[in-house]
């Protein structure tokens, strides 16, 4: 079983939300900063969010500042990416993963991913 499984995502038009979400069956989550990555075609693997484990700050590029909401539900053992205002550019694959630290750059465990398309 994948440590992380997504889940949430289709597709939305221009304008529209979604709600990703991305259960953590065993790992504990009191030890891991979960982030958001996204890959879209053709493109790198990037950043989109995360939040901290230690201190519950999130975490934000620049992209998807004030559109995008993480939040974490440890008695659910989820973690939430909530996405308001999408764009054509925000079609992608969507990862979680489970790190040491937000600004950390090792990510040991992954989910399979989530497929968001944004389109009229």
């Known amino acids: 079983q994948s440590p992380l499984v997504e889940s949430g995502g289709g597709l939305a038009q221009p304008g529209e939300s979604l709600r990703l979400s991305c259960v953590v069956p065993?790992?504990?989550?009191?030890?891991?900063?979960i982030g958001w990555f996204r890959q879209a075609p053709g493109k790198e693997r990037e950043g989109v969010s995360c939040?901290?484990?230690?201190?519950?700050?999130?975490h934000y590029a620049d992209s998807v500042k004030g559109r995008f909401t993480i939040s974490r539900d440890n008695a659910k053992r989820t973690v939430y990416l909530q996405m308001t205002s999408l764009k054509p550019e925000d079609t992608a694959v969507y990862y979680c993963a489970a790190g040491d630290a937000c600004a950390g750059h090792v990510w040991p465990h992954w989910g399979q991913g989530t497929e968001v398309t944004v389109s009229s």
């Open positions: 939040i901290s484990n230690v201190s519950g700050q999130s």
């Open positions: 065993t790992l504990n989550l009191d030890y891991y900063a």
